[in-house]
């Protein structure tokens, strides 16, 4: 995915109007096939916070988007991590390096709204109104399940 440069843009809902209607320059979307990925598992040895990062990455919504090479990216940037938090002498530029490599991963909420990703809570089940009043009413002749 191609970084946007700029600011962060705004949430979709917090638009007035969509952005195809704004007359922007929206580019056309060039579409694959997503195939089945198998998240490795993370090294034992890792520094706690690669650690820690690499198992948020697997519960996190833009893990959906992921295929193995992103698996792939990420497992060699905790390796990296690692390395470095384990470094005695560190080197702060070693770490923007990593920081950056972590944002082609859309770790971050800027990093994916900039790429028009937004990942959103998932909308609560709500029954209808019948079906509600059905469950109590069987409830109440004693017939509920």
């Given at each position: 995915?191609?970084?946007?440069?700029?600011p962060?843009?705004?949430?979709?809902?917090?638009l007035?109007?969509?952005?195809?209607?704004?007359?922007?320059?929206?580019?056309?979307?060039?579409?694959?096939?997503?195939?089945?990925?198998?998240?490795?598992?993370?090294?034992?040895?890792?520094?706690?916070?690669?650690?820690?990062?690499?198992?948020?990455?697997?519960?996190?919504?833009?893990?959906?988007?992921?295929?193995?090479?992103?698996?792939?990216?990420?497992?060699?940037?905790?390796?990296?991590?690692?390395?470095?938090?384990?470094?005695?002498?560190?080197?702060?530029?070693?770490?923007?390096?990593?920081?950056?490599?972590?944002?082609?991963?859309?770790?971050?909420?800027?990093?994916?709204r900039?790429?028009?990703?937004?990942?959103?809570?998932?909308?609560?089940?709500?029954?209808?109104?019948?079906?509600l009043?059905?469950a109590?009413y069987?409830?109440?002749?004693?017939?509920?399940?």
């Amino acid at each position: 995915m191609s970084k946007i440069p700029g600011p962060v843009p705004n949430r979709e809902a917090d638009l007035a109007r969509p952005r195809e209607r704004k007359g922007s320059e929206a580019q056309p979307v060039t579409r694959g096939l997503a195939r089945p990925t198998k998240i490795p598992n993370g090294d034992r040895t890792w520094h706690p916070i690669a650690t820690r990062l690499w198992d948020s990455l697997k519960e996190s919504g833009q893990a959906d988007f992921y295929q193995a090479s992103d698996w792939a990216l990420a497992y060699s940037l905790c390796e990296d991590l690692s390395y470095y938090k384990h470094a005695g002498k560190r080197s702060g530029q070693m770490l923007q390096t990593i920081y950056s490599a972590f944002e082609r991963l859309l770790v971050a909420e800027g990093d994916r709204r900039r790429v028009r990703i937004e990942l959103h809570e998932p909308e609560p089940v709500v029954q209808s109104a019948a079906v509600l009043a059905i469950a109590d009413y069987r409830q109440d002749l004693g017939l509920a399940e």
